[in-house]
């Protein structure tokens, strides 16, 4: 009875999990990619802020379609009516190297463009020291390089072929393996720098921009400036949130690793961390996909900006929409 149970446990977490990779991967992964280049473009058309500004949120939705377009590859390997396989020699290396990377970059892009914000606010007369587009370039070419010394580790790993018997019927499946010494090195180094260090300064780096904001802003005359602290404490909050579920997977799955029999104690432990990893995976590529545009609807000149590129857009076919609001021209630049 008690092997029925459990077979009937893992068929249903089976199901939901196929049916969530195969629908995100046709609706959020690939709406996503096409936003954050609809955002690229809407960032390259036009100065209308500071040049650091801009560095960044197309190198967020460049590093965004990156991360959007590798997770699609792994939910499509996933995938159990593709034959495409996820888990070969060359992809037991690459895909979890650029995957981690990827995701990585988003936290400590989204740090530094909070420290840019930060260093304006209470440095103003020092800040041209500190902007430039070439300055954001050599501070982000650093970044992806730690990111790249950091996830070495998944270099090492090699493709196994396994037999698995959960259901009663004997299946071969390809997985990723590695020595645990491995496995606990790569988890630690890539979980610490890349994940909780940048999400634990984000947390503190928003308190104090907040702190600093709220201090300023009588005597801080530039309202697009701080317009553009407050929707970037706002987004940064929602990224945090959408960060959660995903950090909780990365724990539970160096538990697992510190721990050889933590998969003997809970039944069913692998269908349930497997439909839990495409729950997270989802919930922060589904930031990823929206986060830039929530920015855009949170902040009156990017909303301004946003309208406008749309209204031209439809001019080219001849259809003329006027919205009711306008630049302010009046707003000054850093």
């Known amino acids: 009875m008690s092997v029925n149970i459990r077979n009937i446990s893992l068929e249903w977490r089976f199901e939901i999990n196929q049916r969530l990779l195969f629908y995100s991967s046709y609706t959020l992964l690939p709406f996503g990619i096409i936003l954050n280049k609809i955002l690229i473009f809407f960032h390259l058309r036009k100065n209308y802020i500071n040049s650091n500004i801009r560095c960044f949120y197309i190198f967020i939705s460049l590093n965004s379609i990156f991360a959007l377009t590798i997770t699609l ?4 390997g996933q995938i ?51 902007s430039g587009k070439y300055f954001v370039l050599k501070l982000i070419v650093c970044l992806y390089l730690l990111l790249s010394v950091v996830n070495i580790p998944n270099l090492l790993y090699t493709s196994l072929t396994r037999v698995k018997n959960d259901t009663g019927q004997l299946e071969f499946i390809n997985v990723c393996v590695g020595s645990i010494e491995l496995n606990v090195v790569r988890e630690l180094m890539s979980q610490i720098i890349g994940l909780y260090v940048p999400f634990f300064m984000m947390i503190a780096t928003n308190f104090y921009l907040i702190h600093k904001v709220l201090q300023s802003k009588k005597k801080f005359k530039n309202t697009k400036e701080t317009n553009f602290a407050f929707s970037l404490i706002i987004s ?21 690793i510190m721990d050889i029999d933590w998969n003997k104690r809970f039944v069913s432990y692998e269908g349930f961390m497997a439909l839990y990893e495409t729950c997270a995976r989802i919930i922060f590529c589904y930031n990823l996909s929206i986060g830039l545009l929530v920015q855009i609807f949170l902040n009156r000149v990017l909303r301004k900006e946003f309208l406008i590129m749309i209204s031209q857009l439809f001019n080219l076919f001849g259809v003329k929409l006027k919205f009711k609001t306008s630049i302010e021209s009046s707003s000054s630049k850093n």
């Open 73 to 76: 590859v792994r939910f499509i």
């Open 80 to 130: 159990e009516i593709y034959t495409f396989e996820e888990n070969t020699e060359i992809g037991c290396k690459l895909v979890q190297f650029f995957t981690r990377i990827a995701y990585s970059a988003s936290s400590w892009l989204n740090f530094l463009l909070t420290i840019d914000r930060l260093v304006f606010i209470i440095f103003q007369n020092k800040y041209k020291i500190l």
């Open 236 to 256: 940064n909050i929602i990224f945090l949130i959408s960060l959660v579920p995903f950090s909780i997977y990365l724990f539970l799955r160096l538990a697992s």
